[in-house]
C-alpha cells in the first residue's frame, strides 16, 4: 500500500495548494454547523496543519481538542499553529493502527485523511470512533470519496487541478453509500451525505444518547 504521507515534500507540497481546493469552504461551512456550540472535547483526526480543529475552535473557543497526525511535516505545522494555545493537545499516531487511549469526546472530525487508509481500516476505524464519542456525540468526515464511473475521477482531477498523472497513489478511494452503510452498521444515527461537490463530500452520524 503506497502511502507518500510521510515526506515532507508531499505533505508540504499538499498544505500549499489546500487553500485553493474548490468548494472547501463550502464544505467545512456545512460541517461547522454540525457542531454544537458548548462541546467540551474535539478529536481532529488526521489534523495536517491543524486548519480544521482552528474552525471548530474559533466556532467554540473553550473547546479542548485532540489534533492526531502522523506526517512529522504536518506535525511540525500544527503545532507551529497551536504553539500559544494550551488547550490543544498534538498527538503522533498512524491511524493504520488502532487509535490509542485518547478518553471520550464530544465531536470528532476528519478532513481528507481516512481515505489513505485501506478499506477494511476504514470500516474499523468508524467502529473505534463511535467507541470514543460520548452519547449524542457527532462524527463529521469531510472527504475524498470515490466518484462512480473512470469520467467523472477525471474530470475531478481536471477541476482541482490535477491529471491522472498526477493522481496521489496514497488515494484509496471509496464511495459514499458504501460508507453511510458502514456508518449505519456500527451504530451511528442520523446518517447521511450532508453536503457533496464531485469527489469531496461530508458524512455525518450521531452516536445515539
Not at 68 to 91: G, K, N, W, Y
Not at 110 to 119: G, L, N, T, V, Y
Not at 198 to 204: C, F, G, P, T
Request: glycine fraction near 6%; hydrophobic fraction near 40%; aromatic fraction near 8%.
Amino acid at each position: 500500500m503506497v502511502n507518500q504521507w510521510t515526506q515532507a515534500e508531499h505533505a508540504l507540497g499538499y498544505l500549499s495548494r489546500a487553500e485553493q481546493l474548490p468548494h472547501r469552504l463550502e464544505g467545512e461551512a456545512v460541517l461547522l454547523e454540525q457542531i454544537p456550540r458548548n462541546v467540551e472535547r474535539v478529536l481532529d483526526l488526521g489534523t495536517g496543519d491543524g486548519r480544521l480543529l482552528a474552525l471548530v475552535k474559533r466556532k467554540c473557543p473553550h473547546t479542548k481538542g485532540v489534533a492526531l497526525d502522523f506526517s512529522p511535516a504536518m506535525l511540525q505545522a500544527a503545532q507551529a499553529r497551536f504553539a500559544d494555545d494550551a488547550t490543544v493537545e498534538i498527538v503522533a499516531h498512524d491511524f493504520d493502527q488502532p487509535l490509542p487511549p485518547l478518553g471520550c469526546f464530544d465531536v470528532v472530525v476528519s478532513s481528507f485523511a481516512i481515505h489513505h487508509c485501506p478499506h477494511e481500516r476504514k470500516r474499523s476505524l468508524y467502529e473505534e470512533i463511535f467507541d470514543l464519542l460520548e452519547p449524542g456525540g457527532v462524527f463529521c468526515n469531510l472527504e475524498h470519496v470515490a466518484s462512480p464511473t473512470p469520467a467523472l475521477h477525471e474530470r475531478f482531477l481536471y477541476a482541482i487541478g490535477q491529471s491522472p498523472h498526477t493522481d496521489d497513489p496514497s488515494n484509496k478511494l471509496l464511495d459514499v453509500e458504501t460508507q453511510l452503510g458502514w456508518l449505519r452498521q456500527v451504530g451511528f444515527a442520523d446518517v447521511d451525505c450532508y453536503w457533496k461537490w464531485l469527489e469531496l463530500a461530508l458524512l455525518v452520524g450521531v452516536k445515539p444518547a
